[in-house]
């Protein structure tokens, strides 16, 4: 129970406000007014009494030192887990807030900076807008932080609680069959390219892999014999150096893909050739290093060049030749989803919907077929013109 004690010194009254903190010690604050002692008194009360109360020593903390904090106590994670938090507290969070108080940070703030993820990032302004599935895991990252903040007793509530995440990229552009490249020209590509990416081609039009994923595919994930591979991070370049390792896209990025013996070949060779140890990416540049995007960028240019193939012939068509030989193959929906690792049947079917066969035909003779089978009399289907 608190109290105010009254002090006389030099005949001059002061109040001492004490109370029990639920850290378990006793806390005081000095007034030249009683009733200030008692209000003061009265707010740090109720404060304990609904688990609102903080420890004054640690009320004055910032963003920054709470989220060094938080970050230096992330034991048990996995490196490229760990990598990614660091990537976001230091482009995205500390930028923004470091050198705020932790309570200053409110809901209104936090959709200000929610809604600039995707936009200019006035923070970052070299970076430019994110898409709006980054930002949403920005968005989740920083809530995590902010919700350890809450348990720890540095806040009352988390100012990230009714902070939506950014509203889905508006549409996703259908692939155009015709820019798909066809077998022959990747071929004429893996003919033309440098030794060090030509069987990268083929890895990459035999497996949907991300170009991401495909540069970060450490060695150990490569399982040639049994015909798989693995995708459990990707690499990214963010900055100066050598690009970084990073979880996938998203969660449902990672995946086991099935390869045929192509694309165990196409990795035989090129392992034979430039070998990787276990956590060393299979592809790397001549001088075993990762492939940063404007060097992989500038050798997939020239191999165009030299093949005489359109320039206008994205990386990523590769990706997209691995879908729709799925799907020209019978690949139901759910498979090509699990292969190309969308986060949702309704992604592939907006991309590739162009792809998937005419089935016009094949539904008007089912309905019939149904139709027709319950006319009384009539054990088969007939022709319309038959129909009396």
Not at 175 to 188: K, S
Not at 367 to 377: F, K, N, Q, Y
Request: proline content about 7%; some cysteine; glycine content about 10%.
């Amino acid at each position: 129970m608190g109290h105010v004690q009254t002090r006389e010194r030099g005949g001059k009254k002061r109040y001492v406000a004490r109370y029990v903190g639920l850290d378990g010690n006793e806390h005081t604050k000095t007034f030249d007014k009683k009733g200030d002692a008692a209000d003061w008194l009265n707010e740090k009360e109720s404060r304990v009494r609904t688990g609102e109360w903080i420890d004054p020593k640690r009320a004055k903390i910032t963003v920054r030192e709470w989220c060094e904090e938080w970050y230096s106590g992330r034991t048990g994670i996995a490196p490229a887990t760990l990598l990614q938090y660091r990537t976001v507290l230091d482009l995205d969070v500390l930028p923004a807030f470091g050198d705020m108080p932790l309570r200053a940070l409110t809901p209104s703030q936090l959709r200000t900076w929610v809604a600039q993820l995707t936009g200019t990032r006035p923070w970052a302004p070299d970076l430019g807008p994110m898409a709006s599935s980054t930002a949403t895991t920005r968005r989740m990252i920083f809530g995590s932080i902010l919700k350890s903040a809450f348990e720890e007793g540095l806040l009352p509530r988390s100012p990230m609680i009714g902070v939506r995440p950014p509203q889905r990229d508006v549409e996703i552009e259908p692939v155009d069959p015709d820019l798909l490249p066809t077998p022959g020209e990747i071929w004429a590509l893996y003919e033309a390219a440098p030794a060090v990416l030509s069987e990268a081609i083929i890895v990459a039009a035999g497996s949907g892999l991300r170009q991401g994923e495909l540069l970060g595919l450490r060695s150990r994930n490569a399982r040639i014999l049994r015909r798989e591979l693995e995708v459990v991070e990707q690499v990214r370049t963010d900055g100066p150096g050598e690009p970084v390792y990073v979880p996938p896209k998203t969660p449902r990025a990672r995946r086991r893909i099935p390869v045929g013996d192509e694309v165990c070949l196409a990795f035989a060779r090129h392992l034979e050739q430039w070998p990787a140890e276990s956590d060393q990416a299979v592809f790397r540049t001549k001088a075993g290093r990762r492939w940063r995007r404007t060097t992989f960028a500038a050798a997939w240019g020239g191999a165009k060049e030299k093949a005489g193939i359109r320039d206008s012939l994205r990386w990523h068509e590769l990706r997209h030749f691995y879908a729709s030989t799925l799907i020209s193959g019978g690949a139901s929906v759910r498979e090509v989803m699990d292969r190309m690792g969308h986060a949702s049947a309704e992604e592939t079917i907006r991309r590739y919907s162009r792809l998937w066969p005419d089935r016009e035909e094949t539904t008007r003779t089912i309905v019939d077929a149904a139709l027709r089978s319950g006319i009384p009399g009539r054990g088969t289907a007939q022709g319309v013109g038959s129909v009396e």
